[in-house]
């Protein structure tokens, strides 16, 4: 047996209600039909491997053999490279 509950989103935009009509309207159901398809489709996507840049860079470099981690540049100064040493 599938309970179903009810959810009430307050404050919304105009303009936010407006194009949820107008989506519901090109898909020929109601916008509370429209907003339990947006919801289904958002809960159920697969998450996002990873949002940090190093991983995103790491995993575009996989087949290439990178064997260590990419470390997270954020706080901390970029100095550049000093090459007559």
Do not use: C, Y
Request: proline content about 4%; cysteine-free; hydrophobic content about 40%.
């Amino acid at each position: 047996m599938t309970t179903m509950s009810q959810m009430i989103v307050r404050n919304l935009d105009a303009a936010i209600k407006a194009g949820l009509k107008a989506r519901a309207l090109r898909h020929g159901w109601s916008v509370e039909e429209e907003v339990r398809q947006i919801l289904r489709r958002a809960v159920n996507e697969a998450p996002s491997q990873s949002s940090g840049l190093g991983s995103r860079i790491a995993s575009r470099f996989l087949e290439e053999g990178l064997q260590e981690p990419i470390l997270e540049w954020r706080g901390h100064e970029a100095k550049p490279i000093v090459f007559d040493e």
